[in-house]
RNA sequence: GUGGACGUAGCUCAGCUGGUAGAGCACCCGGUUGUGGUCCGGGAUGUCGCGGGUUCGAGCCCCGUCGUUCACCCCA
């Protein structure tokens, strides 16, 4: 192994130039209009105490079970990275208090997260997602806002190829009475081992199979939907008939499975129709107990998380992203030294007026810096030598047009 | 974690039944002294992912390993 090359550890994603610029794009767009809404922002550590996923994710699920990144800090202390957002959050909230004042907390974050999966088109070890929470409030309309804000990130992106799944998982007593009965269905089902054990762990597994004849099976299995308590009903109609009044367009999916245990009623999931497998961009709900497990005051909350990695590919894939230029006002070309310093000098003031500024260094020749000046996209060039240096004008060049004007150096900034 | 495909210059790839590597794009220089995008000429570039094996000889065959990719599982 003494040569190997040293790369990437397997499954991360990566974004450099020209591509990182609609990663920039496509976070910065998902996450406006919570900004709009009223969340702040909240910046979290990367790692946790793994007992704060554990309590908060659930056991159960195969995030927790097997999809952790987790390890021994030097003081012996047992550390995750984190592998979604939420409890992270709530964990915050609760250490500092900040549901003592009032509610709801709206808060928003971005960030990396982790997950030991093998990697996938659109699955990555690493990935990035912007997510809100809104805490303390039960009142539908936060959940209808929560959904539409997703929607506008989207949308703003000008994605339209996917959908938007509803469903509610009810509360505690909705969901007890109806596991007996799906306990009691699936026990009349002759499954394999491995499927099983899922329905084992979580029954509600078993509405996910992909598997055609398990579809077939669960045809007429028990929906959760069916045995939803009045007021989770009531509470679900609601936030349906407010995303109608937002125009905000969704499915209803009674067999929708979320990966984490801890949602409760009402439930999404953004799903793209270009993407493979892994199709889902953004998913979420509410959580109304998590807090308490978790040590804090018995208080709601509903969230959700938007896969940055990817809404781009999504983007990529209906051609709604377009790779406008990273564009200088101006590019300075310096023949030499003495132009150089003069060209520091501009470009500094410039800048301070706004002016996006570059200059050609490294002595290239004129017309190595004019195919550098080309290539940047710059909107204008100027070259300094002597006769500028003494007249203090430059010639302005339009390089779309290639067209120039003189023009004084110390009224520059009016022409760019 | 399971299974399939793949791994050759910065990028996209070619390389016939094994005889020690090529193209296009990109990059650099130049086409008479201070103005780009087209065109023309010239140039640099790879331990053919890594390790081992078979062979007189391997980019091409075999094994292992790392990585990529697609699907399962699961999820953003």
């Known amino acids: 192994m003494a040569n190997q090359k040293i790369q990437a550890p397997k ?17 910065d767009s998902l996450i406006a209009p919570a ?37 021994e800090d030097r003081g012996g202390r047992s550390i995750t990275l984190r592998p979604e957002g939420t409890a992270g959050v709530m964990r915050a909230v609760i250490e500092h208090g900040l549901d003592r004042g ?11 997260f982790f997950r030991a999966e093998r990697p996938q088109a659109g699955r990555y070890r690493q990935f990035y997602q912007v997510g809100i929470e809104a805490i303390g409030l039960d009142d539908p309309a936060i959940d209808a806002e929560v959904i539409a ?23 505690a007593s909705s969901r007890s009475a109806h596991r007996v009965d799906l306990l009691n269905f699936i026990s009349g089902l ?23 004849e398990m579809k077939k099976a669960m045809q007429k299995a028990p929906l959760l939907m069916d045995y939803l ?58 959580y109304d107990g998590l807090m308490q497990d978790l040590g804090g005051q018995a208080l709601s909350g509903i969230g959700f998380g938007l896969g940055v990695d990817r809404v781009l590919l999504a983007a990529e894939a209906e051609g709604v992203i377009s790779q406008e230029a990273f564009v200088s006002d101006l590019f300075i070309i310096p023949l030499g030294e003495e132009a150089k310093q003069m060209a520091l000098t501009i470009a ?8 996006v500024v570059e200059i050609a260094f490294g002595d290239r020749g004129l017309k190595g810096s004019m195919k550098a000046a080309d290539k940047t996209g710059a909107t204008h060039t100027i070259v300094l030598g002597e006769s500028e240096l003494s007249s203090l004008t430059v010639d302005l060049k339009h390089m779309k047009t ?15």
């Open 35 to 71: 900004k709009k809404s009223g969340y702040q922002l909240i910046e979290l550590p990367v790692f946790e105490d793994t007992d704060l996923f554990r309590r908060g994710v659930g056991e159960s699920t195969d995030v927790v079970s097997k999809e952790m990144y987790t390890f």
């Open 348 to 355: 500094h003031d410039l800048r301070g007026q706004g002016k």
């Open 229 to 286: 308590s009045s007021e989770s009903s009531e509470h679900f109609k609601k936030v349906l008939g407010y995303l109608d009044r937002l125009n905000v367009s969704y499915v209803l999916n009674p067999r929708m499975v979320r990966g984490l245990d801890y949602y409760t009623g009402t439930t999404f999931e953004f799903v793209h129709e270009l993407l493979g497998a892994q199709s889902g961009i953004g998913g979420g709900g509410r």
């Open 402 to 416: 290639g067209k120039s004007s003189s023009v004084k150096i110390a009224s520059l900034h009016q022409h760019l």
């Open 149 to 171: 804000i997703a929607d506008a990130g989207f949308k703003s992106l000008g994605l339209s190829k996917y959908r938007l799944e509803m469903t509610s998982l009810g509360d």
């Open 11 to 27: 499954g991360v994603s990566e974004y450099f130039p020209d591509r990182s610029r609609l990663f920039e794009h496509v976070r």
């Open 190 to 212: 002759n499954l394999d081992e491995a499927t099983a054990e899922r329905a084992r762990i979580n029954p509600l597994r078993l509405f996910d199979d992909k598997r055609e």
């Open 102 to 112: 009032q509610l709801p907390v709206k808060l928003w974050y971005s960030g990396q």
